[in-house]
């Protein structure tokens, strides 16, 4: 279990497989952090029947309240979850050194649920994949669904499901991308468990984080969810199809996102009607350009 927040799979298992492998000869990655107790399940056992603080109904009150017992919890919690994430950095450092001996440019795709990541991802790989060598991590709770469907692309794609887990780390796709064994000088795209929060914390080694966030969610989402806006590179605005249809300020949530981040570079495109996707594509071919001397 993730001492971060509170999230993983009860056995510790995480499957990393292929689409069209056999189940039963699937990978399974023992979801473990360094610094973290084997029995570290944060039970706190509020036994009411017995919580009597000390009460003796002799009008003494004692109130025998010992407050060590919450400072030491909230003490081992705030270094388990150091520990998380000190492992989690280290493993990203790995992957980064890997990324860059096979020059492959790795983008860390994150968003909420059904903000069209997969459709933007399937979009980009139909459009570029004969000018583009691509592949693909998928991260999913449950299912092969969204690997399925970049396979049908005929783009080498990668499952991981993380149970239980809200997100993936460093660990997860230093596995994954062994198994995966992308071409070198290629673009290695990860798209990320859908969540605005934990994904935040997690650097998977990644060139460029890139949030997505759809116009179906409203304006306020880079205020409520400051973390992933303040941590991606850039933000890609989708669903602009719908804009005539919705009560929705585009300039509003654009500037709700730059007061989180004001670097935060934008894309406005329809994963649908393919509007605003050449800016993007532009972006990405200018990115896989050599420097210049």
């Known amino acids: ?41 944060h039970d706190h056992h509020h036994n009411h029947d017995h919580h009597d603080h000390g009460h003796s109904h002799d009008h003494g009150h004692s109130h025998n309240h010992d407050h060590h017992h919450h400072n030491d919890h909230h003490k081992t919690v705030i270094a388990v979850e150091q520990d998380i994430l000190h492992h989690n950095d280290l493993m990203a450092a790995r992957n980064r050194g890997y990324f860059e001996a096979k020059n492959l440019y790795t983008l860390n795709l994150v968003s909420s649920p ?56 460093s660990d997860m796709i230093y596995d994954a991308v062994r198994q995966l064994s992308p071409k070198d000088n290629s673009v290695l795209m990860i798209e990320n468990v859908g969540n605005l929060v934990c994904p935040s914390m997690f650097d998977l080694g990644e060139k460029n984080r890139i949030v997505i966030i759809s116009t179906t969610e409203g304006e306020d989402k880079p205020l409520k969810y400051p973390d992933m806006f303040h941590t991606s ?27 989180v981040n004001p670097g935060l570079r934008f894309f406005e495109v329809s994963a649908t009607t393919g509007q605003g996707m050449e800016k993007w594509y532009e972006w990405l071919k200018k990115e896989l350009q050599p420097a210049q001397p």
């Open 114 to 169: 059904g903000s069209g990541k997969t459709s933007i991802l399937e979009r980009t790989l139909e459009d570029l994949k004969t000018d583009i060598s691509f592949a693909v991590i998928e991260g999913d709770q449950q299912t092969m669904n969204d690997a399925n469907r970049i396979e049908a692309l005929k783009v080498p794609v990668i499952q991981i499901n993380t149970g239980k887990g809200c997100h993936l780390e």
């Open 1 to 41: 279990m993730c001492g971060t927040c509170g999230c993983g799979s009860p056995d510790g298992k995480v499957i990393i497989q292929k689409p069209g492998t056999d189940h039963s000869s699937d990978h399974h990655h023992h979801h473990h952090h360094d610094g973290e107790m084997a029995d570290h399940t």
């Open 233 to 259: 590179d850039i933000c890609i605005i989708n669903k602009i199809d719908l804009l005539p249809y919705l009560n929705f300020d585009l300039e509003k949530l654009k500037n709700s996102a730059l007061k």
